[in-house]
């Protein structure tokens, strides 16, 4: 089992920034493929970026390249998401995913992932 908590959410004006972590636990997150997706108010989650289980390979929805990065930390077992350029479109709750089907690469569908953290509010004002 691996359990994810997710922090860093929070309000900031358009155009600032802000840093999401996902610290899991467990033994093996290092061999794990991670996520971050994000759902706003009245609309199904989404994915925003994933990372393959080494770091090596990345992805992006395409409203987020650019602006967001998704990187993990093994020797912390933590993920995070940089955020920048933020817009009030970016506003929804963020939630992190792991999965530990590796060699799959990175993931970037929601049933592709077993395991989800609560979720952390980033409210983007205008």
């Known amino acids: 089992q691996v359990q994810l908590v997710e922090s860093g959410g929070g309000l900031v004006q358009a155009g600032g920034s802000l840093r999401l972590s996902c610290a899991a636990s467990g033994r093996t997150f290092s061999t794990y493929a991670m996520g971050w997706f994000r759902q706003a108010a009245g609309k199904e989650r989404e994915f925003v970026a994933g990372i393959n289980w080494n770091g090596g390979s990345t992805d992006y929805a395409d409203s987020v390249k650019g602006r967001f990065t998704i990187s993990k930390d093994d020797g912390k077992n933590t993920m995070f998401l940089q955020m920048n350029s933020l817009k009030p479109e970016d506003t929804a709750v963020y939630y992190c995913?792991?999965?530990?089907?590796?060699?799959?690469?990175?993931?970037?569908?929601?049933?592709?992932?077993?395991?989800w953290g609560q979720g952390t509010q980033v409210t983007v004002s205008s």
């Open positions: 995913a792991a999965d530990s089907r590796s060699w799959l690469g990175v993931l970037s569908t929601t049933q592709e992932y077993t395991y």
